[in-house]
T-cell receptor, first 111, second 112 residues
């Protein structure tokens, strides 16, 4: 079964700093790589997703960068804010299989 | 709000009882997924539908679990003879075929 290896498990960042979360994948036939943000007691919310034909996608303070040769993609959160404190999940998708999630990264942004 | 909705949001039940959860997907989406999430873990796939057809079931889905999507719209997930190990957040998501999945708020199940 395909796996997604997410790191780090937890991350503490100063307010205004850059948060970086990495995911390594195995599946080479994916349709897109999404990142989800989840607050305690809530369902995961789609934050940003990248398709394989682009190497970077930016939405506001959130950027996904994709390194196809390394089979890795990363989430960068610029100017991190306390409201960004949540658990972030990367996932691997192929159109005919369900999402396979990483184990999550708990981000804490401290003032 | 036209997002994915789930009902109930919380369910407390005694071991051995049956429970049923409902999911209403985003109306244009033809795929509907069920996942289970335990504390500190990522969501784990249970089953999914394309329209009314159930296309895949995880080995996590024991024979006590059954899911339906009778008219290709809402879906129900039933757990029979609940066990304490069934305590988890049950998440529903929907999408177009090969599209991004959007999750509902989840149903928190506690089996006592």
């Amino acid at each position: 079964q395909q796996q997604v290896k997410q790191s780090p498990q937890s991350l503490i960042v100063q307010k205004g700093g850059i948060s970086i979360i990495n995911c390594a994948y195995e599946n080479t036939a994916f349709d897109y790589f999404p990142w989800y943000q989840q607050f305690p007691g809530k369902g995961p919310a789609l934050l940003i997703a990248i398709r394989p034909d682009v190497s970077e996608k930016k939405e506001g303070r959130f950027t996904i960068s994709f390194n196809k040769s390394a089979k890795q993609f990363s989430l960068h959160i610029m100017d991190s804010q306390p409201g960004d404190s949540a658990t972030y999940f990367c996932a691997d998708s192929s159109g005919n299989t369900p999402l396979v999630f990483g184990k999550g990264t708990r981000l804490s942004v401290i003032a | 709000d036209t997002g994915v909705s789930q009902d109930p949001r919380h369910k407390i039940t005694k071991r051995g009882q049956n429970v049923t959860f409902r999911c209403d997907p985003i109306s244009e989406h033809n795929r509907l997924y069920w996942y289970r999430q335990t504390l500190g873990q990522g969501p784990e796939f249970l089953t999914y539908f394309q329209n009314e057809a159930q296309l895949e079931k995880s080995r996590l889905l024991s024979d006590r679990f059954s899911a339906e999507r009778p008219k290709g719209s809402f879906s129900t997930l039933e757990i029979q003879r609940t066990e304490q190990g069934d305590s988890a957040m049950y998440l529903c998501a929907s999408s177009f075929v090969r599209g991004e999945q959007y999750f509902g708020p989840g149903t928190r199940l506690t089996v006592t």
